[in-house]
């Protein structure tokens, strides 16, 4: 069975620009996770959804949106991009939202903003 | 917010224990976990704590959980080349939103 997958695996845009980020998750799981991870820090969450519903939003500003699709995919929108936006923005996967649900976390897409 | 603080660097020689160190201020999580990260790799959930647990073995792994303190440890034991990365403590919320550590990144020398 395939894992999380991302794409792209790099990206490099300017300021600006908006970006598009994809994540698959693990067959049969309904719930995806974004995370954005700046170098040296923890992951901090972005967003979940599950069932194609919004469940959480962190505390990111409204240039960043995210979607999932009925096939449970789901995008990462950032408009606007700011050098600040520079990080490992990672997917995470799990059957639901429960704590003892495991996230399965994807390989991430490494975005750089010049 | 809440706060998950982990100490940045540990360095120990091949085939002794590291113990990596997390703490953190709010305690209603069900469960406390350790990733680890490689390079060019994902999060990789390595084990978990129950919160009404004190201490859980895993082989070489023991976590320990001092709820009193809000202190929880990881102790790798016989550490290897491989276990070199960065870990982090991560706390679920509702919804089971993650909140992360810091990262201590676990340098082990041959």
């Known amino acids: 069975d395939a894992g999380v997958t991302q794409s792209p695996t790099h990206l490099i845009k300017t300021r600006g620009q908006h970006v598009t980020l994809r994540c698959s998750p693990i067959?049969?799981?309904?719930?995806v996770s974004w995370y954005q991870q700046v170098l040296g820090q923890g992951p901090q969450f972005i967003f979940q959804?599950?069932?194609?519903?919004?469940?959480g939003r962190g505390n990111f500003p409204d240039r960043f949106s995210a979607r999932q699709f009925p096939n449970y995919s789901s995008e990462l929108n950032v408009n606007a991009l700011l050098l600040g936006d520079s990080a490992l923005y990672l997917c995470a996967s799990s059957s639901g939202t429960s704590s003892y649900n495991e996230q399965f976390f994807g390989p991430g897409t490494r975005l750089t903003v010049l | 917010g809440e706060d998950v603080e982990q100490s940045l660097f540990l360095s120990v020689r091949e085939g002794d224990s590291s113990v990596i160190n997390c703490t953190y201020t709010d305690s209603s999580s069900t469960y406390l976990y350790w990733y680890k990260q490689e390079p060019g790799a994902g999060l990789q959930l390595l084990t978990y704590i129950f919160s009404n647990m004190d201490m859980k073995q895993d082989q070489r792994l023991t976590v320990l959980l001092n709820k009193k303190d809000k202190h929880l440890s990881l102790r790798i034991a016989d550490t290897q080349t491989g276990d070199s990365a960065i870990y982090f403590c991560a706390l679920p919320r509702a919804t089971n939103k993650l909140i992360f550590g810091t990262g201590t990144l676990l340098a082990v020398q041959p």
């Open positions: 959804y599950y069932e194609k519903e919004e469940r």
């Open positions: 067959s049969g799981h309904k719930s």
